[in-house]
């Protein structure tokens, strides 16, 4: 008899295979008196610095740039200069060198944001750090991913950039997480990677190792207990069933349409767009164009802000890529779980409700006119057609100022985000300010719901399947046609297949997706006409809770 358990769907698609979980890091050691500090502090810092450049070189290593810039951050973490010195007075404090480690990111983790700096940005990844410093310490490997003999699903208790990056889709057919969210590194990677993926899964831990598990990404559906089944695909829709048989190592994924444009089967057009983050992501990859560049991954890394030129160059590269095509560049989205070095000086109680995206610009204008400056000059000399948006925009002021300023500069096309509620529910006017918004749901439903998206506990209300969330983006959606501008989604809830139809049915008129999503949300488009999205629309629209929203969804079919 099959166990049914349910999460959170945060990587879209089925797969069945055994279970087999991530081992546990190794645990300390029972604690002794210290002999030499200074040889302590030693073995602590070169532990520190091996664990520095091994997730550095998986970082080169990564062959997207998503990965890349997540496990930069983390190798960041590692060098931070307030973690050595509080190593260092732990262990002259007493502490040997791994329970120096261990004493000191747990401050820094039980302080979250309010210890500031690169420290405070993911708990997930200063426990991952702290893991890998402290069996560095003591001279142990730190437990790789499983290595059964042949592919698997993955248990975890969540899993940390470095163990992420490493997920190659022809061993792990599916992650099942107990903890986590849908926008949590583990989320990100794996829809990267096309792994279907549920977390915050209750009972995901006492899955024994080869028991045989499907695992359903889109709703969260966890089936525990099957014997082998054989997992098949949908060559018109692209989902996968499963049925009593010989289980298959691995399923290939069908070919999808030859044509790169998003429409329902009607003809009714919805361009899919890419989200991405430097030019070297749209290699090889027929997109219609981008409706998210992230232009955080030029800054990370720079002590001092980029200069003009090598902006400039970073965005030609781009819109060299995109001949008439559009390319949607997002200003700086910093602060919050996005530090930077050059904006550490400012240290806020509540980062996520202080100075981050647009609103840096209150305190250093100089970024942001440097950066519209050089999208203005890299566009003069392409054929893209390029528009630039702003993130974290409040009010209609804001959103007018931001549009004076980029045309003022050269930059004629301009919109803002919808991230938070305040800007839904003035979508209209928003709509007289700006020439299109883009719905940025990962933010919106964090604001919406004040719900820290990084918390493994609240990714109930994280779904974007909340109805709640669902009216809002209607809201702008309906402001749109009203004004007869433009409203997409750039949000991960875009990449749902199921989800898009719902958009396209509300009236959105682009969605931007990972461009490994872009074939699944594609083939769901081009098997509905326009008039059934607009009543799975309706049915989603009346449900009153995700569960009911997502069979709602499906049964407009």
């Known amino acids: 008899m099959a166990d049914l358990l349910?999460?959170?769907?945060?990587?879209?698609?089925?797969?069945?295979?055994?279970?087999?979980?991530?081992?546990?890091?190794?645990?300390?050691?029972?604690?002794?008196?210290v002999t030499d500090p200074d040889a302590e502090v030693e073995r602590a810092f070169a532990a520190i610095d091996a664990v520095s450049h091994d997730i550095g070189a998986r970082a080169d290593a990564a062959t997207d740039p998503t990965t890349s810039e997540i496990l930069r951050v983390q190798a960041a973490l590692a060098a931070d200069r307030t973690l050595r010195d509080g190593i260092a007075m732990a262990v002259r404090a007493g502490h040997e060198a791994p329970h120096a480690v261990a004493t000191v990111l747990a401050e820094h983790r039980s302080a979250l944001l309010a210890a500031g700096g690169l420290l405070a940005a993911r708990a997930v990844d200063l426990d991952d750090l702290r893991d890998r410093v402290v069996a560095g310490c003591l001279g142990l490997p730190m437990p790789s991913l499983p290595r059964p003999g042949r592919p698997f699903v993955l248990l975890a208790v969540d899993l940390a950039p470095a163990d992420a990056a490493m997920l190659d889709p022809a061993q792990v057919l599916a992650v099942l997480t107990s903890a986590g969210s849908y926008v949590s590194h583990t989320a990100i990677l794996a829809r990267a990677?096309?792994?279907?993926?549920?977390?915050?899964?209750?009972?995901?831990?006492?899955?024994?190792?080869?028991?045989?598990?499907?695992?359903?990404?889109?709703?969260?559906?966890?089936?525990?207990?099957?014997?082998?089944?054989?997992?098949?695909?949908?060559?018109?829709?692209?989902?996968?069933?499963?049925?009593?048989?010989?289980?298959?190592?691995?399923?290939?994924?069908?070919?999808l349409p030859t044509g790169i444009r998003g429409a329902t089967r009607d003809g009714h057009p919805v361009p899919l767009l890419a989200n991405i983050g430097s030019a070297a992501e749209l290699d090889g990859v027929p997109?219609?164009?981008?409706?998210?560049?992230?232009?955080?991954?030029?800054?990370?890394?720079?002590?001092?802000?980029?200069?003009?030129?090598?902006?400039?160059?970073?965005?030609?590269?781009?819109?060299?890529?995109?001949?008439d095509r559009q390319v949607v560049v997002r200003t700086l989205d910093a602060g919050s779980d996005k530090p930077l070095p050059f904006l550490r000086?400012?240290?806020?109680?509540?980062?996520?409700?202080?100075?981050?995206?647009?609103?840096?610009?209150?305190?250093?204008?100089?970024?942001?006119?440097?950066q519209i400056?050089?999208?203005?000059?890299?566009?003069?000399?392409?054929?893209?057609?390029?528009?630039?948006m702003a993130p974290m925009v409040t009010t209609v002021g804001e959103a007018a100022q931001f549009a004076a300023l980029c045309r003022d500069l050269g930059l004629p096309r301009v919109g803002a985000m919808v991230e938070v509620p305040a800007a839904a529910v003035r979508a209209r006017e928003f709509l007289q300010a700006v020439d299109f918004l883009s719905v940025g749901t990962n933010d919106l439903s964090q604001y919406t719901f004040a719900a820290d998206r990084r918390s493994g506990e609240l990714a109930d209300l994280l779904d974007p399947w909340q109805p709640a969330l669902i009216s809002l983006v209607a809201l702008c959606a309906a402001a749109g046609q009203v004004m007869g501008r433009p409203v997409g989604v750039c949000g991960e809830a875009a990449a749902d297949p199921d989800f898009a139809v719902v958009l396209a049915g509300m009236g959105v008129t682009s969605l931007s997706m990972a461009p490994a999503a872009i074939p699944r949300v594609r083939?769901?488009?081009?098997?509905?006409?326009?008039?059934?999205?607009?009543?799975?629309a309706q049915a989603v629209l009346a449900a009153g809770d995700p569960a009911a929203a997502r069979e709602a969804a499906r049964g407009g079919s």
Do not use: W
């Open 523 to 536: 083939a769901a488009l081009a098997a509905r006409t326009i008039d059934e999205c607009r009543a799975a």
């Open 345 to 370: 000086d400012y240290q806020e109680p509540n980062p996520a409700l202080g100075i981050r995206g647009l609103r840096v610009a209150r305190r250093r204008e100089d970024i942001l006119r440097t």
């Open 6 to 33: 349910r999460g959170l769907g945060a990587s879209p698609g089925t797969a069945t295979g055994p279970a087999y979980r991530l081992a546990d890091p190794p645990r300390l050691p029972p604690a002794r008196p």
């Open 287 to 323: 997109v219609e164009g981008v409706g998210l560049f992230r232009t955080e991954l030029l800054f990370q890394h720079h002590i001092d802000p980029p200069g003009l030129a090598e902006q400039v160059a970073a965005y030609r590269a781009v819109f060299e890529a995109m001949p």
């Open 373 to 388: 400056s050089a999208i203005a000059e890299a566009a003069r000399s392409s054929a893209a057609k390029v528009a630039v």
């Open 193 to 255: 990677r096309g792994v279907p993926t549920v977390v915050a899964c209750s009972g995901a831990l006492d899955i024994t190792d080869g028991t045989m598990v499907t695992v359903d990404g889109t709703t969260g559906r966890v089936t525990v207990g099957l014997g082998g089944p054989v997992a098949m695909v949908d060559g018109a829709t692209g989902r996968v069933t499963v049925g009593p048989g010989r289980p298959v190592p691995r399923v290939e994924s069908p070919a």
